[in-house]
Nanobody
Framework: QVQLVESGGGLVQAGGSLRLSCAAS????????MGWFRQAPGKEREFVAT???????TYADSVKGRFTISRDNAKNTVYLQMNSLKPEDTAVYYC?????????????????WGQGTQVTVSS
């Protein structure tokens, strides 16, 4: 069973930056695709970014050019660098593991989820 722990959330002003981290347990992290999703109050969970086992990346249109997903397999960690933050980026951010390694944009393909970290962007 993979355990995921997110960190790095917080309160930031519009235009600012945050870097989220997600630490994974287990010895097969490098074979997983890892994804970031977010959920704002009253809204459904939505895809943000994913990185495959071969480090191919895919982004939601709403964050393309502002967010960067990366992974460090030696540290069993995936990151989400968020720049030029907007109030509409406010949400709980979740990381998730896709055991296929391919990196899907739909949440049901991900079998393990972290507890989430709150990101609040003030205007």
């Amino acid at each position: 069973q993979v355990q995921l722990v997110e960190s790095g959330g917080g309160l930031v002003q519009a235009g600012g930056s945050l870097r989220l981290s997600c630490a994974a347990s287990g010895r097969t992290f490098s074979s997983y695709a890892m994804g970031w999703f977010r959920q704002a109050p009253g809204k459904e969970r939505e895809f943000v970014a994913t990185i495959s086992e071969s480090s191919d990346t895919t982004y939601a249109d709403s964050v393309k050019g502002r967010f960067t997903i990366s992974r460090d397999n030696a540290k069993n960690t995936v990151y989400l660098q968020m720049n030029s933050l907007k109030p509409e980026d406010t949400a709980v951010y979740y990381c998730a593991a896709d055991h296929s390694g391919l990196g899907y944009i739909v949440s049901y393909k991900y079998g393990n989820w972290g507890q989430g970290t709150q990101v609040t962007v003030s205007s």
